[in-house]
């Protein structure tokens, strides 16, 4: 299999994406890696390549904060863009951008293209949870104003990636709402829910509060892209804050620093449990070719995982299950 | 001035209402608290009871449970109906309730009434911040898909409450969204962000986005009811998840229980600062009277706050202020 990475998106682009390649050839001989991106830049980074990674050079770079769709209709040699032209031609199995998400997402509508029969694309990162499981969440910023339909679609989506790319049986859909009773909520979810409900070939357990996401209450999370991004935002926030607040209560007086020097470890593992970001990459389900979105603050490691995740949704023949699904519905 | 407590409503109801009733009015002499619930379960609580502190019987209560609308029109002779009763007659300046949120919201509409010119009154609890100020968020729970005009007159009612019973000159007002540009958003938000920059009277500071509520960007959120309920829920939710890892990591050995001994009281600081249901009561904005309502787990000392509050309000003629500047509008 043939996995594009698009080499100069993310905040520590392009090392961080050389050394994601590296260690990802490395450990699957099988996967060929393209890096896409300034030649000039990547060259030097690469000078013991093994056989199974190479460059195509692309001249061009989205930035982090270019307006989506300007970007990627003009900057047609950007290194995201190309990726997602290898993929639209067959040319790469899958690509993964570290990058400007809004234009990843464009660049998967526009470029890459919409599955038939899916009206919107969605974004669908992993959220932590208490049991370290973690909750796919979809969809998280490409679909503002969705629709039930959307919904619909994104709860079978989500089904079907988490049991074949993670593995889980039978996976637990749920409603993010205000309330755990079918009645409750706003027109969207009011509407969704039944539907959600009459929906075959999902496991559907019902309305989930947000306070209960954490406690894994469900392995697939539908909402609208606004509520989803409220969701985790508020979540990222939160746990900055507290985290803030520890530092500085933990820093009052001698007694208090000796306590939080004791526990430091345990204080960096709790870190890395509520970190969003560390919960690998985050596919781009209903589009014809499979697009997988690193983190901005993607290490090495990030991106290796990146190739992880795509190569196991290869292996599983992710877009043509998702694909057969939607059009017998 | 007369404040009526229902003092049936809230977890630990009646003791709560009667203990912070009693706080309140030893506080307080020129206020007159009226308890409003079962005479038979109230007065052997009342052995002493002070001058300004009396009973009025309602033999009915609305359980935390209930359906809103059903409840509230079926037990007239509730508590918290009497106690809406009695505001909207004149009889009370206002009333507090830690009962059903719901059917306290039904009760404003339907028993104290909605202010002219207002569509839908909001309820605005205080959120956290990091600085300790908080925020006044509305609104949270009561109107699940608000229009553009509704935020509007959120916005002025929140800048209201925030300058008069807060004493802040200027309050700032955010939008909740999920970006900060102004053209981000639903369809909601994109088309609110323009009459709120156009709104004479309040201080508008543009979008908000989530993870940055905590840390205090601004002195009125605006959002609609279910955007409120993630928020605050998701807030709730991971500040839980953190204390119970924190509690679990704390407890793996020896020495980092010895750790956590040693940082206790500092943790309890936390947990109070990240735990909404400490700042207070939340009023119901656009109503014809003053409604109050606090946490349902509340204790006499949150009661007694409420009552503070309350006073507040009404020395600043409060629900006035309101409906001159919605009128003017």
Redesign the interface.
Known sequence: MLIAIDAMGGDNAPECNVEGALSAAAEWSDTQIVLVGDEARLEPLLINKPANVTVRHAGDVIGSDEEPVNAVRRKKDSSMVVAGRMVREGEADAMISSGNTGALMTTGLLVVGRMQGIERPALAPMIPT?DEVGVLALDL?AN??AKPQHLVQYALMGSIYRSQVHGIAKPRVGL?N?GTEPGK???L?KETYPLLEALQGIHFVGNV???????GGCDVLVC????G??????????????F???KE??S?SL??K??????MP??R??KG??DYKEHGGAPLLGLSGLVVKGHGSSDGNAVKNAVRQARIALQADLVASISKEISGK
């Open positions: 208490l910023g503002m104003d993010l205000v909520g706003n027109e979810t509060e947000a306070r209960d996401v954490l406690t609208d892209g606004f509520a991004n409220i969701l985790l935002k508020t979540l990222e926030g939160t746990a900055g804050a507290m803030s607040l520890l209560q933990f009052k007694k208090t000796l306590g939080a020097a004791i526990l345990e204080l593992g709790l449990k509520m």
